[in-house]
């Protein structure tokens, strides 16, 4: 089992910049890989950044493609997110998740926080 926590939600206004983070514990030995994922009212939940848990490899959906950025504190067992230049349109509940060896998908997630971009 793994659990994750998410932390550094918040409101800010257009431009502004945010951090957000996951600590993670339990069985972390076993985590390949790790996303942050979005959804906003009455849409979907998206996949915005993701990375390789032992050889970072960065993938970012286009929308926040040079003003997002995925890193993680392998040592510290943290996912962060900094996001820079936030628009309105990337206000949603975020979610960290993991993927683990020998599981199906992301199968651990934390409870999500929100981030909120005022015009």
């Known amino acids: 089992q793994v659990q994750l926590v998410e932390s550094g939600g918040g409101l800010v206004q257009t431009g502004e910049s945010l951090r957000l983070s996951c600590k993670a514990s339990?069985?972390?030995?076993?985590?390949?890989?790790m996303s942050w994922f979005r959804q906003a009212p009455g849409k979907e939940r998206e996949s915005v950044a993701s990375?390789?848990?032992?050889?970072?490899?960065?993938n970012y959906v286009d929308s926040v493609k040079g003003r997002f950025t995925i890193s993680r504190d392998k040592a510290e067992n943290t996912l962060y997110l900094q996001m820079n230049s936030l628009k309105p349109e990337d206000t949603a509940v975020y979610y960290c998740?993991?993927?683990?060896?020998?599981?199906?998908?992301?199968?651990?997630w934390g409870q999500g926080t929100q981030v909120t971009v005022s015009s």
């Open positions: 998740a993991a993927a683990v060896v020998l599981g199906k998908s992301y199968d651990y």
């Open positions: 339990g069985r972390t030995s076993t985590i390949y890989a």
């Open positions: 990375i390789n848990w032992s050889f970072p490899n960065p």
